[in-house]
């Protein structure tokens, strides 16, 4: 068969987006039995933002992928592969891909794609637009993380509705000489297969927060330290810390766990709580826009939950145009 040679694949661009209403945790505290410092204490958290009526997963992954473009000086026409990630799609079909791709106006017809493995999503995602650029299935990808956890949260149940948060974050994916994309290390956790789930009519988010919290703190750190072994680097390589943005007591003690101290690390989730597959592109899409994440170094992303899937790989940070 004629196939291309392997090339190299690269991010150039990041773009996010999240709804104007912001609720605190105090507001919180008047819907239900909690307070600021019992949520601090045990999350991190301290805002998320809430959808409003016209807020909506792909909605906000159109918005998220618009910047996302714009900041890497990406056509729409130029993309040729769409991935959205996500696990609070609300249609089957058309699926959000493929609006995304109509609504950003990619008359070309992009390849579109949903996937959904939850909080590990935008990892699955960008693992499958690197290995389509590399083996020469797209030039550009334009991949996605969006999420309307406040939908399908139960706002009677503080140990969870405390956590969530909505929000998208959106990365362009394009051909590199050098490969500025690792290989995904991923894989699935059977045991606690139903330690997260999304399930009931109507359908509403559980999880067995101490089994997460558990895993989290004793084996999260080998996977990760995996992911890093798979690009060939040590860990005093990585420059930047981008985990899935669960719970700021479950980041901290994997970065002091991996000696990141002294390194960058995404800590979106006090101000954005958990966005499940947005998590990770949001929290590096707002630290780009500030200006507060290092060009052209290597990050290490990792994402874990839902299913329970988890997936990582390092990236090379993008340059400024």
Known sequence: MNTPALRGSRILGFGHHQPERILTNDELSTMVDTNDEWITT????????????????????????????????????????????????????????????AALGMSNGPAPIDINTACSGFEYALA???????????????VIGSETLSSIADWTDRST????????????????DTAEIGPVSWGSVPHLEQAVRVSGDPERFSQEGRSIYRWAITEAEGHARAVVEAAGLTMDDIEVFAFHQANLRIIEPLVAALDGGSKYVVRD???????SAASVPLGLSKAWERGELPEGVPALLFGFGGGFAHAGQVVTTPVRR
């Open 42 to 101: 045990r999350t991190g958290i301290k805002t998320r933002h809430i959808a409003g009526p016209d807020d909506s997963v792909t909605s906000m992954a159109i918005e998220a992928g618009r910047k996302a473009l714009a900041d890497a000086g990406v056509a729409p026409s130029e993309v040729g592969l769409v991935i959205v990630a996500s696990t609070t799609h609300r249609d089957r079909a058309p699926y959000t891909a493929g609006r995304v791709a």
């Open 128 to 142: 499958l637009a690197d290995q389509s650029v590399r083996t020469g299935a797209a030039d550009i990808a334009l």
């Open 161 to 176: 509705c405390v956590l969530v948060g909505d929000g998208a974050g959106a990365a362009v994916i394009g051909v590199s």
């Open 269 to 275: 989730v006090v101000e954005s709580g958990n966005t």
